[in-house]
C-alpha cells in the first residue's frame, strides 16, 4: 500500500496535549499520532496485523526477497499500521517523555463509522460514532490509569467533533477488559438471547454516549 505523506490525523482537530499529573508517572503525555512522524515508534510496539513479505523472508519460488531500505520500511509499516490507515483512524498515543527516544506506552485507535446498524444485520440502529480499537498499554505499566486515560482522550476527540457515541467490541471472556469498559460508562448495544451460551455469542458490542 501506499504510505501518506502526510498525516491522517493532520486533517483532524489534535486532542489536547495532557500531562498525566501522577507522580509514579512523571514525563508521560497523550497526543495524536503524527504521520509519517510517528511510523517507527508505533510500529516498535505494534504486531503485524497481516501478512506482509520482509526482506530475508522467502518468496513463492523459495527465493530470498531483497528490499532497499525505503521498501522494507513501507511493507513494516503496511503490516503493523495497514488496517488504522485504510480505515482513517485516529491514533493516540501515551508517550514516555522522559525515555530514550520517547517510547509509545499506550495506544488507542478510534475509527469514524457512519450511523447504521454496525456489522451485525439484526443491531440496534445506532448513530455516527467512533470504534475504539487497538487499545494498548505497555506491560510494565499496566494498572497505572493509562488505559482509562487514553480512554478518556478517545471520549474526548468524540466530543470535539461532534460524535455522539463511541463503539468498541470485547470478547466475552475477557472478563477484565470487560469490566474495565462498564466501569467507564459503556453498556450493551443488545441483549444477547437468554437461551444462548457465552461461547457462541461473539464479541460482545458495548457503545457509551457521549455527552457534549
Do not use: H
Not at 470485547?170 to 450493551?188: D, H, I, K, T, W
Amino acid at each position: 500500500m501506499r504510505l501518506p505523506t502526510s498525516g491522517i490525523s493532520a486533517s483532524l482537530p489534535r486532542c489536547a496535549t495532557v500531562v498525566l499529573l501522577a507522580s509514579s508517572l512523571p514525563g508521560l503525555v497523550y497526543r495524536n499520532a503524527r504521520w509519517p512522524d510517528d511510523y517507527a515508534r508505533v510500529c516498535d510496539i505494534r504486531q503485524p496485523s497481516a501478512f506482509v513479505a520482509q526482506a530475508g523472508s522467502s518468496g513463492p519460488m523459495g527465493q530470498k526477497i531483497e528490499l532497499s531500505e525505503e521498501e522494507a520500511f513501507e511493507r513494516r509499516v503496511s503490516a503493523r499500521l495497514g488496517s488504522a490507515l485504510r480505515d482513517q483512524a485516529m491514533v493516540i498515543l501515551a508517550i514516555d517523555g522522559s525515555s530514550p527516544g520517547e517510547a509509545v506506552v499506550g495506544t488507542v485507535d478510534c475509527i469514524p463509522r457512519p450511523a447504521g446498524k454496525g456489522r451485525r444485520a439484526l443491531a440496534p440502529e445506532l448513530p455516527e460514532r467512533y470504534l475504539v480499537r487497538n487499545v494498548w498499554v505497555e506491560p510494565s505499566l499496566r494498572r497505572k490509569g493509562i488505559g482509562r486515560r487514553l480512554m478518556a482522550e478517545a471520549e474526548a476527540l468524540a466530543r470535539s467533533r461532534g460524535v455522539s457515541m463511541l463503539e468498541l467490541e470485547v470478547m466475552p471472556g475477557n472478563e477484565p477488559a470487560r469490566q474495565l469498559y462498564l466501569s467507564l460508562g459503556f453498556r450493551p448495544a443488545e441483549e444477547a438471547p437468554a437461551w444462548m451460551p457465552e461461547f457462541l455469542r461473539g464479541a460482545l458490542q458495548l457503545v457509551k454516549e457521549v455527552q457534549g
